[in-house]
């Protein structure tokens, strides 16, 4: 089970820090990753880490202003959000799959999820 927190509104310019807690399975075996969903647009890969070698994917439109991290001890995945923009407005989902050569990320690979939290930025 996952556990997604953190979303709400912040201006143009400011940052959140998405939380996603993962119970019931160790998480270090397994690929992270956020992903979002705007009104009327498709789901898109936002950042996926893969938390047993440290592998890490960010999509070219959050790259420098956002960043994945895992603390096991929590068994939690972060996802810091920063130089936030109009355009990150969306549900965001943390999502997980079991890790394997094959895994990106794309989210239709992911087959357990979290149940959204909402950001909104405004400009």
């Known amino acids: 089970q996952l556990q997604a927190s953190g979303g709400g509104l912040v201006q143009a310019g400011g940052s959140l820090r998405l939380s996603c807690a993962a119970s019931g399975f160790p998480p270090d075996d397994y690929v992270i990753g956020w992903f979002r969903q705007a009104p009327g647009k498709e789901r898109e890969a936002v950042s996926c880490l893969s938390v047993s070698d440290g592998g890490l994917y960010y999509a070219e439109s959050v790259k420098g202003r956002f960043s994945i991290s895992s603390d096991n001890a929590k068994n939690t995945v972060y996802l810091q959000m920063n130089s936030l923009k109009a355009e990150d407005t969306a549900v965001y989902y943390c999502?997980?799959?079991?890790?394997?050569?094959?895994?990106?990320?794309?989210?239709?690979?992911?087959?357990?999820w979290g149940q959204g939290t909402l950001v909104t930025v405004s400009s």
């Open positions: 999502a997980a799959v079991r890790d394997r050569p094959s895994i990106t990320c794309s989210w239709y690979q992911y087959d357990h």
